[in-house]
């Protein structure tokens, strides 16, 4: 089946930041509405942001807004997050994927990107 795929992960002090990319072959995300993820051991996978195949509008979750910022390059067809003043509870596996609505995903969750941020 038809999986994203993200990178961009990496060890950063707080404060730093990093940009994560999903991309996939086969499909046009431009096409999707696509949401950013995360995952810490013991805990449930959270969404963080997510962007909007209609309008481009994008919405976050409160612990993140105004410090991260989601968006699309549609000529790589990657849909990127960028990601600021980053603190250590940023920590997390990120994940991309296309929401569904009602818990609901289109894809199989990949392996993504580790995100530790610590001193």
Known sequence: ???LVESGGGLVQPGGSLRLSCTTS???LND???GWFRQ???KEREGVACISS???SAIYANSVK???TISRDNAK???SLQMD???PEDTAVYYCNRPLGEGKYAHDWGQGTQVTVSS
Do not use: A, E, Y
Request: glycine share 16%; proline share 4%; no cysteine.
């Open 66 to 68: 105004g410090r991260f």
């Open 77 to 79: 067809n990657t849909v």
């Open 85 to 87: 003043s980053l603190k």
């Open 32 to 34: 999707f509405t696509i």
């Open 40 to 42: 810490t051991p013991g």
């Open 1 to 3: 089946q038809l999986q």
């Open 26 to 28: 086969g499909l046009t």
């Open 54 to 56: 209609r309008d481009g």
